[in-house]
C-alpha cells in the first residue's frame, strides 16, 4: 500500500492550496483518513480527519479555513486550504488506517510529504 501526497508549494499570505493523497495497492477498505502537519522545530500535528462516513474534525487553528474531503471511489483525501498564514507552512503528510483483506487488522499507512510555504 502506498500513499501518495501532492499539491504543496509556495503561495502568498492569503492564498489557497488544495492537497491531494491517493492511496493505492492492495486495499480492501480504508477507514480514517487525515493530513498532519509537522514545522521545523516542532512535533507533528493533526491538522484534520475524516472517517469513512464523512465525519470531520480539525485542528483549532484552521477551523474555518481547511476543508478535508475524501473520493472514497478514487480512495483519495483533499485538503482545501484557504487564507493560508506564515505560521501555516510545514511539511503536510496524509494518513490512512487501511484493512488490506477482509480478516486484515487495520494498519496506518504515511505519505511522503508535501511541503507548503506561505511567504511573501
Known amino acids: 500500500v502506498q500513499l501518495q501526497a501532492s499539491g504543496g508549494g509556495l503561495v502568498q499570505p492569503g492564498g489557497s492550496l488544495r492537497l491531494s493523497c491517493a492511496a493505492s495497492?492492495?486495499?480492501?477498505?480504508?477507514?480514517?483518513m487525515g493530513w498532519y502537519r509537522q514545522a521545523p522545530g516542532k512535533q507533528r500535528e493533526l491538522v484534520a480527519g475524516i472517517t469513512s462516513g464523512g465525519s470531520t474534525n480539525y485542528a483549532d487553528s484552521v477551523k474555518g479555513r481547511f476543508t478535508i474531503s475524501r473520493d472514497n471511489a478514487k480512495n483519495t483525501v483533499y485538503l482545501q486550504m484557504n487564507s493560508l498564514n506564515p505560521e501555516d507552512t510545514a511539511v503536510y503528510y496524509c494518513?490512512?488506517?487501511?484493512?488490506?483483506?477482509?480478516?486484515?487488522?487495520?494498519?496506518?499507512?504515511w505519505g511522503q510529504g508535501t511541503q507548503v510555504t506561505v511567504s511573501s
Open positions: 494518513n490512512a488506517v487501511i484493512k488490506r483483506g477482509p480478516l486484515a487488522p487495520p494498519m496506518t499507512y
Open positions: 495497492g492492495s486495499i480492501f477498505s480504508i477507514n480514517d
